[in-house]
T-cell receptor, first 116, second 114 residues
């Protein structure tokens, strides 16, 4: 079965500093990978996704992520964070059967705190 | 209007009561999902449905049931609610049969069982 590990439960970053959120996955085939963000009191919004091609993917709000097959990782990065980036971030891997997409398996999330 | 709408957004109930959370979507997607979010545990899949005749159990289906009334409607029921079912519940949809599986989420239904 597929799984996702987000090693950092909480991360604190100063406004304007760079950010990297870690994600490791376990899946038997080429994965479809996703990063979602959840702002306080809100639903989940897709930041970016990887399913083939270039291993560096660009997303919304200035985020990017790099797929590294050899490390089973899909880390999320942003060069300069803003106070509005404070949120919960979830990495997810897609599960597929003969019937197609069976839903996403999510990591436990990383809570991002921005210091002024 | 939101593409994926959940009702109610907030509900407080008592142990033993029957609760239904409803989800409707205007995205035209065939696939619908119910997830549960608990602090520190991320999102866990309860049930999912590929069409009105197809229902599948997810990781944590015990204590829950679902009904797919139409392509656009998917409801989650707790027949006899218990306090450890207190959580934030999300409905989600996804599109093409062999698409990437990207999920589109509703805004969530917060359920408190006393």
């Amino acid at each position: 079965a597929q799984s996702v590990t987000q090693p950092d439960i909480h991360i604190t970053v100063s406004e304007g500093a760079s950010l990297e959120l870690r994600c490791n996955y376990s899946y038997g085939a080429t994965p479809y990978l996703f990063w979602y963000v959840q702002s306080p009191g809100q639903g989940l919004q897709l930041l970016l996704k990887y399913f083939s091609g270039d291993t560096l993917v660009q997303g919304i709000k200035g985020f990017e992520a790099e797929f590294k097959r050899s490390q089973s990782s899909f880390n999320l990065r942003k060069p300069s964070v803003h106070w509005s980036d404070a949120a919960e971030y979830f990495c997810a891997v897609g599960a597929y059967s003969g019937g197609g997409a069976d839903g996403l398996t999510f990591g436990k999330g990383t809570h991002l705190i921005i210091q002024p | 209007d939101a593409d994926v709408t959940q009702t109610p957004r907030n509900r407080i109930t008592k142990t033993g009561k029957r609760i239904m959370l409803e989800c409707s979507q205007t995205k035209g997607h065939d696939r619908m999902y119910w997830y549960r979010q608990d602090p520190g545990l991320g999102l866990r899949l309860i049930y999912y449905s590929f069409d009105v005749k197809d229902i599948n159990k997810g990781e944590i289906s015990d204590g829950y049931s679902v009904s797919r009334q139409a392509q656009a409607k998917f409801s989650l029921s707790l027949e006899s609610a218990i306090p450890n079912q207190t959580a934030l519940y999300f409905c989600a949809t996804s599109g093409a049969l062999y698409g990437t599986g990207e999920l589109f989420f509703g805004e969530g239904s917060r359920l408190t069982v006393l």
